[in-house]
């Protein structure tokens, strides 16, 4: 194996959106969570449906989402699992419905933190003052020599040449480049990639691999399997 000298650069001077967007049909909550967060310092963009949203969203993404589920032109599920296929903005769920399994879906469905209606006010401030913490933790891009990768847009550049990834490919990459110089193990990659959902087999993760070391070729890395423990970016 030989070690990686190349270092891994996070650029988070230009963030994708410094502004919060609440996506709420009712005009009652819009209000009053609007009162709420403008007093504690936020910049808040509205909608109250679906399309609206992707309208704001596609003009510039916000740093952080308050999603609720029901919407009068679709389910805020929907929504959300479609954010992900291109994007990683972190997302409340903030609804009505608060069973197990509800809540489970939401999960699922790639939101990041969950608060059923009715709610404690001081309780809901504090879950979006985490939010907007994990969205400012998070770069707008990181670079490793010449990749670049987007964490807004899960898009990935080689000398500003888009890779054109799948969303399981991009995570992958970006945990692979995130952790350079260690070496992630498949039980990681797992987690982090598919969440709850468990691929049938191995096979489904080699052929990702697969995919990406093509995709690097002719740029001076790739991904090495370390057998019995999982996989490692590194130089050629």
């Avoid at 969570?33 to 504690?40: A, G, Q, T, W």
């Avoid at 805020?76 to 197990?100: C, D, H, K, N, Q």
């Avoid at 985490?130 to 990181?142: D, K, W």
């Amino acid at each position: 194996m030989i070690a990686n000298s190349e270092s891994v650069t996070l650029n988070s001077e230009s963030p994708a959106g410094s502004y919060l967007l609440l996506i709420e049909d009712e005009p009652q909550v819009q209000e009053k969570n609007k009162r709420i967060l403008e007093r504690s310092g936020y910049t808040l963009r509205q909608a109250f449906t679906i399309a609206q949203a992707w309208e704001i969203i596609n003009q510039k993404p916000p740093a952080a989402i308050i999603l609720d589920i029901g919407l009068p032109d679709g389910n805020g599920l929907v929504f959300l699992y479609e954010l992900r296929e291109t994007m990683s903005i972190p997302v409340l769920i903030l609804t009505a419905m608060g069973t197990s399994a509800d809540i489970i879906r939401g999960f699922e469905a790639g939101g990041d933190d969950y608060l059923p209606k009715p709610y404690d006010l001081q309780i809901f401030l504090l879950r979006v003052e985490a939010l907007m913490r994990r969205a400012r933790l998070v770069p707008e891009t990181i670079t490793f020599g010449p990749i670049t990768l987007n964490t807004i847009s899960s898009a990935a550049f080689v000398n500003d040449e888009d890779l054109l990834l799948s969303k399981k490919e991009y995570l992958l990459l970006q945990l692979l480049v995130q952790h350079h110089e260690k070496i992630v193990t498949t039980d990681t990659i797992f987690e982090k990639v598919w969440g709850s959902e468990v691929p049938e087999n191995y096979d489904t993760l080699k052929s990702i691999i697969s995919r990406i070391r093509k995709k690097l070729e002719n740029t001076g890395y790739t991904i090495v399997s370390e057998r019995g423990e999982g996989y490692i970016l590194e130089r050629e």
